[in-house]
C-alpha cells in the first residue's frame, strides 16, 4: 500500500473526536501514508454525552487535518460497517493506547467482522507519549484550567478555552 497510484485503499478511522487530540493525529499521520486515502468519520451519536456537538468536531478536526491531503474528514450516523461499506472502504483503523483498550476494541472488532467479514479492522499501536492521552482526560484539565497546549491541535486549544470561558493566551 502507499501514498500513490494503483496501491491506493480507502480506510475509515471511526470515533467521537471530542475532541481530536495529537493522540489521534498520531493515528492519522501513520494511516493515510499506510493507505493512501483515509477518512476521519465522526460519530453524530457514539452513545456519549459529547462536549462538543458533531459540526463542531469536524470543524475541529478538518482544521487539524488541513495540510494533509490523503484526509477527509467526515461524519456519521448508524453502524460503522455501514458507512464504511458506502464509502469503499477496505479497512476500520483505530488506535490502541494500552492493554486497557484492547478488550474493547477487540469486541468491537470482533463484532464488526460478524456484521461487514470483508472489512479489516486494522490497529495502530498509539505512540509512547500519547499512551495517556484522552480526550476525556483533555477536557477535565482544560476546564480545571490545566495547560493542554502540547496535547491538542491549536484549534481545540482555543475552542476547549472558549466553551469553558477561559481567556485565549
Ligand atoms: O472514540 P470512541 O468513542 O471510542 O468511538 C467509538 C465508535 C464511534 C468508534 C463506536 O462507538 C462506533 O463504531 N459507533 C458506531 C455504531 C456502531 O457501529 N456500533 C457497533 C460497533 S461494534
Partial sequence: MSDEGQ????????GSFDPITNGHLDVIERARHLFGRLIVAVAVDAG??????????VAMAQE?????????VDSFEGLVVEYARSRGAVAIVKGLRAVSDFE????MAMMNRCLAPE???V??????????????????????GGD?????????????????GIPQL
Fill in 119 to 121: 472489512l479489516h479492522t
Fill in 148 to 164: 493542554i497546549e502540547d496535547l491538542v491541535p491549536a484549534v481545540v486549544c482555543r475552542c476547549l478555552r472558549e466553551k469553558y
Fill in 48 to 57: 456519549k454525552q459529547h462536549l462538543f456537538d458533531v459540526a463542531e468536531r
Fill in 104 to 107: 474493547r476494541e477487540m469486541q
Fill in 7 to 14: 496501491g491506493m485503499h480507502i480506510a475509515v478511522y471511526p
Fill in 123 to 144: 490497529f495502530l499501536v498509539a505512540h509512547t507519549e500519547y499512551t495517556f492521552l484522552s480526550s476525556s482526560l483533555v477536557k477535565e484539565v482544560a476546564r480545571l
Fill in 64 to 72: 487539524a487535518c488541513r495540510d494533509m491531503p490523503q484526509v477527509q
